[in-house]
């Protein structure tokens, strides 16, 4: 069964600090893999996305994941968070013939001032 | 503003009793996805309509029904509503479906008493 699992539920860290957030997927074709953010009381947003081509794709807001087939791992990172970062970012995975997205259940990041 | 929205915004009601959630996609957008939130089971694909007909279901309940009209609103009825129907449900919308982007909605905020 297709799945995504985000090992990390809520990371603190203080402005400044770089940034990696794990997501690990099982699925057996072709891949599409997304980050959402969800700001405090907002919707989910895209921040970027993976369909094909260079595994390192860079997304809105200084934020790029990098995509990599043998360890199923789609990483989120980030150099230097700053406050505004704070938010619940959710990993997809969008497993080919069907039209919804499989979600992992988000990761809480809070950043320090 | 993702351009997808969402009303209402927060619907307080009874165990028992059904509810009606609507959704209005992107202009352009044909597809509509319907998912719910909780604290517990994170991000839920539901059910998706596309130009009118139902193209893919998700872990819906039988209680739960939706459908999408001409104009490609969308609407969600829950019924027979219990505790643990209190979530966040979101739509989106995307142009086709597969791996176009979907674009989410502020959500409905259900709550059961």
């Known amino acids: 069964a297709q799945s995504v699992s985000q090992h990390n539920h809520h990371v603190i860290l203080s402005e400044a600090a770089s940034l990696e957030l794990g997501c690990n997927y099982s699925?057996?074709?072709?891949?599409?893999l997304f980050w959402y953010v969800q700001y405090p009381g907002q919707h989910l947003q895209l921040l970027l996305k993976y369909f094909s081509g260079d595994p390192l794709v860079k997304g809105i807001k200084g934020f790029e994941a990098e995509f990599i087939k043998s360890k199923f791992s789609f990483n989120l990172r980030k150099p230097s968070v700053q406050w505004s970062d704070t938010a619940e970012y959710f990993c997809?995975?969008?497993?080919?013939?069907?039209?919804?997205?499989?979600f992992g259940k988000g990761t809480k990041l809070s950043v320090k001032p | 503003d993702s351009g997808v929205t969402q009303t209402p915004k927060h619907l307080i009601t009874a165990t028992g009793q059904r509810v009606t959630l609507r959704c209005s996609p992107r202009?352009?957008?044909?597809?509509v996805y319907w998912y719910q939130q909780s604290l517990d089971q994170g991000l839920q694909f539901l059910i998706q309509y596309y130009n009118g007909e139902e193209r893919a279901k998700g872990n819906i309940l039988e209680r739960f029904s939706a459908q999408q009209f001409p104009d490609l609103h969308s609407e969600l009825n829950l019924s027979s509503l219990e505790l643990g129907d209190s979530a966040l449900y979101f739509c989106?919308?995307?142009?086709?479906?597969?791996?176009?982007?979907?674009?989410f909605g502020p959500g409905t905020r259900l709550t059961v008493l």
């Open positions: 997809a995975l969008y497993p080919g013939s069907q039209g919804n997205l499989i």
């Open positions: 989106a919308s995307s142009v086709e479906w597969g791996t176009d982007v979907q674009f």
């Open positions: 202009s352009g957008d044909l597809s």
């Open positions: 699925y057996g074709g072709t891949v599409n």
